[in-house]
C-alpha cells in the first residue's frame, strides 16, 4: 500500500512541477512581450495612443496568469497536507529540473527525470 501511495504522490508531484514551470514560462514571455509594445512603439515614434488597448489586453493576461501561479502555489500547499495525510510527510520530494537543488545520498530511490526521495527523521 505505502508503494502505491509513493508512486502516486511521485506522480502527482512531477505533473506539478511540469505545470509550475509552464506558468512560470509563460509569465514570463508574457511580461516580455507586454513591455515590447511600449517600447517599440516609441522606438517607432509612434503616438502613446498607438497599441494603447492591446498594451492593456496584454497587461491583462500577465495578471491571469500570476493569478493561476498563486492557485497553483495554494495547489502545492494543499497537496503538502495531504501528503501527511496518506502518511507520506517523512518523504521529501526535490525536483532537479526546476532549479531547486538535488538530494543526493547514496543508496536512496530516485524517481524517474533525476527527481530524488528520501526519508527524514521524524521531527
Do not use: C, Y
Request: no cysteine; hydrophobic share 45%.
Amino acid at each position: 500500500m505505502l508503494k502505491e501511495r509513493r508512486s502516486a504522490a511521485e506522480q502527482i508531484a512531477a505533473a506539478l512541477w511540469d505545470a509550475e514551470s509552464a506558468i512560470d514560462v509563460a509569465l514570463t514571455k508574457t511580461a516580455n512581450f507586454t513591455g515590447l509594445i511600449p517600447a517599440l512603439r516609441r522606438q517607432a515614434g509612434a503616438s502613446a495612443l498607438i497599441g494603447q488597448e492591446a498594451m492593456e489586453r496584454a497587461s491583462q493576461a500577465v495578471m491571469t496568469l500570476a493569478e493561476a501561479r498563486r492557485a497553483l502555489v495554494e495547489a502545492h500547499k494543499e497537496l503538502t497536507i495531504a501528503q501527511q495525510q496518506v502518511g507520506l510527510g517523512a518523504i521529501v520530494m526535490t525536483d532537479t529540473g526546476t532549479g531547486k537543488p538535488p538530494i543526493t545520498i547514496e543508496g536512496e530511490p530516485r524517481m524517474r527525470g533525476g527527481r530524488s526521495l528520501r526519508a527524514v527523521a521524524a521531527a
